[in-house]
């Protein structure tokens, strides 16, 4: 793989000393090469219990008896739990649809039934074995446009009883809705010189995260609750599990560990409340892990889903007109399918100027495992979709794929869809970088064959994603000796956002990073932050590490000017922890003095604090008809890229080879290069899984390939050597040094750019992915 030289366009904001845009290790680097880093699955407490969940063997069926005599007379069992044994509760984040324990009936298979903890994993197990529970099997559905279908069996039939954050939708299976309209598409249509019509269709995908789900439960004399979880963030969880179990926040204490990655599948509800049912009941500490299969059973998976899509342009290339369908399956719980959903209608427009839009986004319920986030957030199925059909349109007109992206890329201040104003338009500048850096014209003017049985192709995407919603706090203090100590509760999932923030922090204050301590999150004492998750950590809480060190500047100043004798506006912040006067560079002032003023003799330690949340630009009623769920109007901040994916296909077998791939992306400003630059090129693996071969497949709602060993991912062998990087630097002033997220944009072009090479290559269009071996070559026979 390779990196290339950041771009700059712009001055970005300039932060103190040179720790910002540098490629400093990452803070837990040593540890975890070292194998020193400790994840929920290391930890120990004296007197610790194992769990093990049974989970349920059908689809759709009704509870009729569940008998836990034999496991618990089982030598070694200290508690086992049904739904009878808990609070009649259901939690969620959108809709508060889901128990702890299957209550009445199971809707997927692998849904926790029972659980069990005893004095070691194999007891533990072999008593969920001994757990007779008697079910009347019911009919399921696992298709969700048959799910919407007049006379499809109902996965809940109380749903109109359950506390939502908005109206649900009719159909009895419909879990969530948005829609936007804009202009007259109707009627635009017939002003169209083309016209492109398809249905696409997406597969579920497993997150593979490299640590399965652990959780660790303690319980002390008052009753309170500790976990130490793998999770994405202290404060989500600590809401979860209060909530499932009927009790206060201020009785559920979580803190975090190191966590072996998450990609959306750890921010709500997992297997905490199951851990802390367990401590409860017990007395004593317990810890769940679950096994890879477990994990893959249980847990969540992309949306899989469908979209018809369609979209008319003028001869010149001008887009006019677009309407899109998508149904994604929800699976048997609605979890964040209607965030996903709602973002899936966002971006069905793409980052193009449309002015007539018609997009439906429904989430439904199925008998399959839960449809939850995903990296890309539903960005990802939409825009296969969508750029697809931009590469057909460009066929049809004779105007090269790039080209037509050029005439329709939004602009900085123009309206996105539902009326929100793009802060940066650098989708253009993102366009012309990835083409002139791949040799674009070159490589697409060049034969397709390159040998026999061998064809060759190069395909682009553009794409755009957010990187700000909800809210976030940090707390910066100034210690004794002049250093900081940095707290956020936003939890580093392994992408490097302890160094990053620590860095912004740094940064605000002059310092060296070896002067910045970044506390652990801890929901007893770190500030609120939603979690981690959106690509939100380093510009919503990086602008709060910013301001919390503003804060804690001009409280420093206020000190320094009584002791230098001079105005706050006549002092300066010098590299390395000192403050001087300007014009004078031989008076300075060292942060331990003003530290020790603050602390012994005058005005009280120093502490700066900042919170916020990212102000909601409403939707444009004059603009826009928005229906359903409009959570969208509470994110922002545009982040655009453009990938370029050289493909080489094997006429024999229909084997797809990437051979090259050039990403370029504004990210506002590098705070890191090099994590920058690892965030792209990992998405972009992610994201040719995604294209290429990830897949998960049930047979009547049993998961069929539940293991590494049957869920292919790609490996080292698959990957291209050359994978370019290309940082652009757009600065974003209301980011930290004008920084803006990049760690789920670079997911969502993968699929499209390659399906768009392949299409090069063989003049085969691919509407349904992973484009396996097997599809490819069927499709090719299907062409002739």
Known sequence: MSSEAVEQVGAPLQPVGDVVGRSVPRLDGVDKVCGAALYSDDMTLPGMLYAAVLGSPYAHARIVSCDTRAARALPGVKAVLSAADLPDRRAGLFVKDQPVLAREKVRYVGEPVAAIAATDAATARAAARLIDVEYEELEAVFDPVVALADGAPVIHERRNDYEAHFPLPEPPNGCSMTGFVEGDPDAAWAECDVVVEQEYELPAQQHMYLEPMSTLASVDGSGKLTLWSSMQGVTRIQASVAESLALPMAKVRVIAPRVGGAFGAKGDLCHQPIAAALALATRRPVKLTFTRDEDMAMMKSRHAGRVRIKTGARRDGTLLARAADVVLDGGAYSDESPGVTAFAAFFARGPY???????????????????????????????????????????????????????????????????????????????????????????????????????????????????AFLSAAASVRLNEDGSITVNTGAQDLGEGADTVLAQIAAGSLGLALEQVNYANPDSDSSPYNFQTAGSRITYTVGA?????????????????????????????????????????????????????????????????????????????????????????????????????????????????????YWAAHDVGRAINPTMVEGQIQGAIVQGLGYALVEELVWEQGRLVNPS?????????????????????????????????????????????????????????????????????????????
């Not at 804690?552 to 105005?567: I, K, N």
């Not at 094997?650 to 990437?658: R, S």
Request: glycine share 12%.
């Open 353 to 467: 100027r449309i002015p007539n839009v018609r997009v439906v986004a429904t989430s439904v319920y199925t008998n399959r495992l839960r449809g939850g986030a995903f990296r890309g957030f539903g960005n990802p199925q939409i825009s296969f979709a969508a750029e697809s059909q931009m590469d057909e349109i460009a066929a049809r007109l004779g105007i090269d794929p790039v080209d037509l992206r050029l005439i329709n890329a939004i602009d900085t201040g123009e309206p996105w869809l539902g009326g929100k104003s793009v802060e940066v338009g650098s989708l253009r500048a993102c366009l012309e970088r990835v083409r002139d850096a791949s040799d674009w014209r070159r490589r697409r003017a060049a034969g397709a064959r390159v040998s026999a049985g061998k064809r060759r192709g190069i395909g682009v995407a553009a794409v755009a994603h957010i990187c």
């Open 544 to 660: 709060a590490v910013r301001q919390a060190g503003e804060r804690v500047r001009e409280q420093m100043f206020r000190h320094a000017g009584e002791m230098l004798e001079c105005a706050s506006e006549d002092l300066e912040l010098r590299p390395g922890g000192w403050i001087g006067i300007k014009g004078q560079p031989d008076v300075m002032l060292p942060f331990a003095a003003v530290a020790g003023r603050a602390c012994f003799e005058s005005g009280g330690p120093i502490t700066g604090t900042h919170d916020w949340i990212y102000p909601a630009e409403r939707f444009d009623p004059k603009r826009s008809l928005v229906l359903g769920v409009p959570m969208t109007e509470a994110t922002g901040i545009f982040t655009f890229a453009a990938h370029v994916a050289e493909v080489e296909v094997d006429e024999l077998t229909g084997k797809v080879e990437v051979l090259e």
């Open 708 to 784: 590494m060993m049957d869920y292919k991912v790609f490996g080292a062998a698959d990957v291209p050597h050359g994978i370019h990087a290309l940082i652009i630097e757009m600065p974003e002033a209301s980011g930290p040094f004008g920084a803006k997220g990049v760690g789920e944009i670079g997911v969502v072009a993968p699929a499209p750019a390659v399906g768009n090479a392949i299409r090069h290559a063989t003049g085969v269009r691919l509407t349904r992915i992973p484009a396996t071996p097997e599809r490819v070559l069927r499709a090719l026979i299907d062409a002739g």
